[in-house]
């Protein structure tokens, strides 16, 4: 499940995504940020992801290069143990900001 909430005042759209973060959720995960310009900030929170697969890999991708590749901004925050080591190994750090 994916909540989508948008802040206003900060203009920062985020997408909270609970329980698996597979092939599963891609068209919610797309639908939820394609309904934002191109170069909308992000914040993606892991909180209650218990598992992650390269298919939500990708699907971070494709987010990063919807907010404005190098240029643009997402934060990922509050990945577990082994999602963080999942996303490490990817080598993801450099392309997202992790909080």
Known sequence: MIINQFDDAKS????TIK???DYSCQQEFRECFGQYSKGTEFVIDLTEVSYIDSSALGM??????HAGGDGGKVTIQGASDFVSSALKMARFERLFTFH
């Open 12 to 15: 920062i759209a985020m997408l």
């Open 19 to 21: 329980g698996r973060f």
């Open 60 to 65: 971070l991708l494709l987010l990063r290069d």
